[in-house]
């Protein structure tokens, strides 16, 4: 069994953005696979998991965590990867956890998913949750000006928590490289680190089965 | 001058969970009114102190900080209240702090905003956050089951967090005590909480000044 073994699934950036600081830092793990489409995450063998029923959920040792920020945090100190130097750096940090948890991926993964994976989604909820990830993508847009990574000069578990989302194209229904160029150049950037993957290749459940409804058409 | 100077406004809750904290611990400390609803927080002398643009916005000696998670996170070092023992229980109130602005606060409070200050909210977003805000508070409805607080017997930045907008009553369009009683009974022991006030009564800017269109008509 592999040091580390992490529930995920492909369409997850929430749960990618573990797996990335997993692959980054080269750690013996693995990936459980959750069945998120046909309700895995709903179960009470999962809730007993994780009560919250997300997705990522990290096991180590004993320990069992949840919330992709904290496993982030969790790793640095594991890991010696991608973590603060000093309290005002892991406040910083915080900061942009914070920020893509409520207002970054808050927006920008909860659009993606209506536009990507429901039937028939409403169109003022797509429009209200578009405007709000537009706002937050401006903000990280002009933080970048100047910083190559949310924390300066070299990457940290801000960046990998704040590109979770960056790399589904299309599915996102919003064009990074036109609303944010600098977002766009910074998720370039990540990309070029040294073991990247994208979500698709480095967890499991990529391409989604045929819809049945859509076979019987 | 006070030792703290807080930028709030009564209406926010995320300002809220900073007050709170200040006022719980004893704290010397002053609120900053932040004209909100003129358009304060969109100035560029605002941006300038949060390129974020949102409140709260805690400044102490030397350092300005903003997100309500971090100035709570930094609070309990300074004040020495409400903090974590140990790294594992400060993971698990980055977990609650992350669930509060992911989906508690994020989902509860803007619902909120719009069934209270929009003129004509959407109805199908208005939905739509109804209905993730009451999932969210499911979740930390069966987690108190059985605790007191986040983290069990006594409350942390955890508690302080997730309450920010478990006061404002009839404005959050959803009866937390039918919904969800045992966040109602939580709500109601930090309401017992030796120092405790109403964000209207600890911060400015309550009641509104009337609406000068609805003056006019």
């Known amino acids: 069994m592999a040091e580390y073994r992490l529930s995920c699934f492909a369409q997850s950036g929430n749960a990618y953005k573990a797996a990335l600081h997993l692959q980054l830092a080269g750690c013996d793990w693995e990936a459980v696979f959750v069945d998120y489409f046909n309700g895995t995450t709903r179960t009470d063998a999962y809730r007993a998991l994780n009560p919250m029923g997300e997705v990522p959920v990290l096991q180590h040792g004993d320990r069992t965590l949840s919330q992709s920020g904290v496993i982030l945090d969790y790793l640095t100190e594991t890991t010696g990867t991608f973590g603060p130097q000093g309290d005002d750096e892991r406040r910083e940090i915080l900061r942009w956890l914070l920020f893509d948890n409520h207002k970054l991926t808050g927006y920008l993964a909860t659009h993606r998913f209506m536009n990507t994976f429901?039937?028939?989604?409403?169109?003022?909820?797509?429009?209200?949750?578009?405007?709000?990830?537009?706002?937050?993508?401006?903000?990280?847009?002009?933080?970048?000006?100047?910083?190559?990574?949310?924390?300066?000069?070299?990457?940290?578990?801000?960046?990998?928590?704040?590109?979770?989302?960056?790399?589904?194209?299309?599915?996102?229904?919003?064009?990074?490289?036109?609303?944010?160029?600098?977002?766009?150049?910074?998720?370039?950037?990540?990309?070029?680190?040294?073991?990247?993957?994208?979500?698709?290749?480095l967890m499991p459940g990529h391409p989604l089965p045929p819809d049945p409804e859509t076979e019987r058409a």
């Open 118 to 201: 429901m039937d028939g989604p409403d169109a003022s909820v797509l429009t209200f949750l578009k405007q709000r990830a537009k706002a937050a993508l401006g903000v990280l847009d002009a933080h970048l000006d100047g910083n190559d990574f949310a924390l300066g000069g070299r990457p940290t578990i801000a960046d990998l928590s704040m590109c979770g989302y960056m790399f589904y194209g299309d599915e996102l229904g919003i064009d990074i490289d036109e609303v944010a160029p600098r977002v766009a150049r910074w998720r370039d950037r990540i990309a070029g680190l040294p073991g990247w993957q994208h979500p698709y290749d």
